[in-house]
């Protein structure tokens, strides 16, 4: 069950603006079984300039998210509550309200996606110059400067910006593609990029080089970055924030380390238990139990507790609030200042292999 009360996310100092923000979104789907909630009345401030990383198991709700914020939900989804993305100049957009073309703008102009794997985002027969040339005409932008940009961003990827524009997409390694998406996506200068699982299908190397390409892109181009992904070490390195999602809310947040080597939250410990690192021998790695939820069939009470070490009567029955574990960091959960004892963390650094 979702909490009833909307929170916001606290920044560390404060005084870092707002750049776009979720106010108790949902999404639902209508099913014969019901209705299906697989966004429930989420609200998060990404702050300009940081980087938000979003993890999760599987099914937690973290693609919606990243489609919320675009007002991306495919019918017959059902998108409520509020997106709000503030230019920078003082003025804000409710991202909901725009018209077609509006929004159309907005995605490419101002807030940037790039989805998992890169095989869908490019027109077989069209080469990679083609997408950039094309991108910038409708757009109206001049394609002369546009095209020193995308020669500038493709070398900043580490890619031949000569071979690869001249490329069609399955000439192109997937690393290769999903850099030359990354740059695409850069090409009318956003100033959010938000990227769900892009290195998802790419091996531990690519995704480690990618990551690296990121951290520093996002610093020359004064990036907003939310990176979408299951897998909490992959980000832990790069991201400012973490947000932890379980059944279609976010259930912890807070500074990255904090996040990671502070959990708050008996299912951030167990997933941060659950994944490989550089710390953790592989058999002592401990899956977490159990599944996650149904949307059709949230479980009553904290959805947490079928699967929590933790849970009393208490916990099946009383939804938990999000509650300040100090440091601008918040979780949902009755016995928050119980769980570092009861659930000892794998690792004590924050390493990405
Ligand atoms: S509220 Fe209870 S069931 Fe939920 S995470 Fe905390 S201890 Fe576990």
Redesign the pocket.
């Known amino acids: 069950m979702a909490n009833t009360e909307p929170y916001r996310t606290p920044n560390e100092s404060n005084d870092t603006p707002v750049k776009l923000e979720l106010r108790d979104t949902s999404v639902s789907f209508s099913m014969d079984r019901g209705e299906s909630r697989v966004l429930d009345s989420v609200s998060m401030e990404v702050y300009d300039g940081e980087i938000l990383g979003v993890v999760g198991e599987s099914g937690s709700g973290k693609s919606m998210f990243a489609s919320a914020m675009l007002d991306a939900i495919e019918a017959p989804g059902e998108l409520t509550g509020e997106v709000v993305y503030h230019t920078g100049d003082g003025e804000t957009v409710s991202v909901l309200d725009l018209s077609p073309s509006e929004l159309r703008t907005l995605r490419w102009e101002s807030i940037a996606m790039v989805f998992q794997g890169s095989h869908s985002s490019w027109n077989p027969t069209m080469s990679i110059r083609g997408h950039f040339n094309e991108t910038l005409s409708y757009h109206d932008f001049d394609v002369g400067a546009g095209m020193d940009r995308a020669n500038r961003l493709l070398s900043e990827l580490y890619l031949d910006p000569e071979r690869v524009l001249e490329s069609y997409p399955h000439e192109l390694s997937g690393g290769m593609k999903q850099r030359a998406l990354i740059a695409l996506s850069l090409i009318l200068k956003p100033d959010v990029l938000v990227m769900d699982e892009p290195t998802a299908a790419l091996d531990l190397l690519m995704q480690r080089s990618i990551i690296a390409l990121l951290d520093a892109i996002q610093d020359e181009y004064d990036l907003t970055l939310v990176f979408i992904t299951h897998d909490i070490e992959l980000v832990a390195d790069l991201a400012d924030r973490l947000a932890v999602m379980y059944a279609f809310e976010i259930i912890e947040a807070g500074p990255a380390d904090h996040v990671l080597l502070d959990s708050s939250?008996?299912?951030t410990r167990s997933l941060v238990n659950s994944t490989p690192n550089l710390e953790t021998p592989i058999e002592k790695m401990q899956p977490i139990p159990g599944e996650a939820p149904d949307p059709v069939n949230v479980p009553t009470g904290?959805s947490?507790?079928p699967r929590?070490q933790?849970?009393?009567e208490r916990?099946r029955t009383e939804d938990?609030p999000m509650i300040d574990a100090g440091n601008a960091h918040e979780s949902a959960?009755?016995?928050v200042e119980h769980v570092d004892e009861e659930i000892p963390l794998s690792i004590t650094d924050v390493t990405v292999q």
């Open positions: 939250h008996p299912y904290c947490y507790s929590c933790l849970a009393d916990c938990p959960c009755h016995y």
